[in-house]
Each structure stands twice: as C-alpha cells, then as structure tokens.
C-alpha cells in the first residue's frame, strides 16, 4: 500500500522537481538563507507537485492500461480505486498549497495554483489527449518549481524568475519529444496526439531546434543578469552547445531508437549539471 501511495507521485519526476525548487531557492538567497522557509517552501512545493502526478494518475488510468510502459501502474493494475486515489490527491494538494500560502509566501502559493492548474487542467484533462501543443504548454508547471523557490526568497516575479522560468520550460520539450520518439507506437495505440505521432519523427525533430536555440540564450542571459558566474558560464554554454549539435545529428541518424535515447539522457544530464553549476558558482552579491 505504502509502496503504491508512493509511485502514484511518480517519484523520480518529483525528486528532478525538488531539486530545481531547491536551487531556484539556493540562486535567489546567495548563499544567505533561512533554513526554516527553505524546508516549508520543499514541503508545499512537494505535496502541491505531488497532488499533481497523482491526479494525472487518476485521470491517464484508462490510456495508461494501453501503453506496456504504463499498464502495471497502480490504478491500470487494481492495486487501488480510482476514489482513493482522487482524494489522496486532493489532500495532498490542499495541504501543500497551505503550506506554501501560509508559511512561505502568498506568490509563492499562486504560483503553485498555476502549476497544478497547468498540469491537471490545461495539460492532463485539455491538451494531452486533443493536441500536439500539450508537451509546450504542459512544460508551465513543469518549468514552476525553480522560480517558487526563487520567490520564497525575493517575495516578487522578476527577471530572475523569469530566466528560471524560461530555462525549463526550453529544456522540456527537447527531452520529452527524445522519449516519445522511441515510444511512438506506444502513443499512437494508446490515442496521444503527441508531435511524433501526429507529424512525424523528423518534423519532431525540427521543432527541437528552436526550442534548444533559445535555451542556449536564456543561459547565457542567467549570467548576463549576474545569477551565476563566468564558470557557471562556461560549463552550461558548452553543454548546451553539445547537445544542440546532437539534436542536428538526428537528420541523418540511421537508427531513430539509438539516437532519441542518447538525446533523451543528454537531457537528464544536462540539467541536472547545469543546475549543480547555477548552485555552486552563484554569484555572491
């Protein structure tokens, strides 16, 4: 049961979560923080992402039973009802946004009302199963966890949430679009309209592009706006610049499945690296 309460937050997506509200905390507060608003802010943030996941959960049960990467999750399985899961979803939602009302900052609890409605309404329940916008839309909640720990600190929206913003919600679609391609008739059985199914590989391709391009800006304006240092820098330009050149490589990749899964762990490493990098070499003011 214990077992089941925790998948249905989809742990590893909520663990990639915290971390980024953490450092989006650790950048705002440079290096001078207070530990007790910085535990409730990754405790509201945490409970309001995970009411999320697991009310995504409640909602994909039927599509999930179509797709053999999904099937054995709690719900598709009938390890649970769908009722309980709806409510613990809820409770786990109405506590973590009071958290992050009462005991953090009242921007902050809009910013997670934002996100949950983001993913649940806009993504979950609109968007992923009518169009091919779902992956770029659904990535505002994604891209919510770094600048609700900016604003934990700074109590307001400025260019540094912003830039936070906007580095996550660029590195998004470039990483799901990598899995998707490899998972594509998995889509295509279970009815998403994702990009690859709908348009093709190579115009999934394409639309990573431009998405990586501005990311490779948005780096490099985190430093022009002094929220991180000349190594910080170096290392995240480079980075970005790898990965951008073996997106391209795609055009003429032989073995689609072997390139999307490079591509895809490009990703995961990139902004996990990137966001150590933002950590360690904040510019101190």
């Not at 980024?20 to 507060?29: D, K, N, R, T, V």
């Not at 530990?35 to 049960?61: E, H, K, P, Q």
């Not at 990535?139 to 900016?150: D, F, K």
Request: with cysteine; charged share 15%; glycine share 6%.
């Amino acid at each position: 049961m214990l077992k089941d309460l925790i998948s249905l937050t989809k742990p590893n997506l909520l663990r990639l979560n915290v971390f980024a509200a953490f450092a989006g905390y650790w950048i705002a507060s440079k290096w001078s923080f207070d530990w007790v608003t910085l535990i409730w802010m990754l405790i509201g943030s945490t409970l309001t992402m995970a009411s999320a996941t697991v009310i995504n959960n409640y909602y994909d049960r039927e599509l999930d039973m179509k797709m053999e990467r999904t099937r054995n999750r709690t719900l598709p399985s009938g390890r649970m009802k769908p009722r309980h899961v709806l409510l613990y979803g809820i409770i786990l939602g109405v506590i973590g946004l009071t958290v992050l009302f009462t005991l953090v900052d009242v921007l902050c609890g809009i910013l997670g009302i934002i996100g949950w409605i983001a993913y649940i309404v806009i993504y979950t329940m609109w968007l992923k199963r009518s169009s091919t916008w779902s992956t770029s839309v659904g990535g505002i909640s994604g891209a919510m966890p770094p600048v609700i720990g900016y604003c934990a600190v700074t109590s307001e929206f400025d260019m540094g949430a912003f830039l936070l913003f906007a580095f996550l919600f660029l590195w998004q679609p470039a990483h799901f679009w990598s899995l998707a391609i490899r998972r594509v008739e998995e889509y295509r059985t279970a009815g998403f309209p994702l990009l690859p199914v709908v348009k093709g590989v190579k115009r999934t391709k394409i639309q990573m592009i431009p998405y990586l391009v501005l990311l490779l800006v948005t780096v490099i304006l985190l430093y022009t706006y002094n929220l991180a240092g000349m190594f910080y820098l170096i290392v995240a330009t480079v980075l970005t610049v790898i990965w951008i050149i073996h997106t391209l490589t795609g055009f003429t990749a032989k073995d689609n499945d072997k390139w999307a899964k490079t591509n895809f762990l490009i990703s995961v490493n990139y902004l996990m690296i990137v966001f150590i990098m933002l950590i360690i070499n904040t510019t101190k003011l």
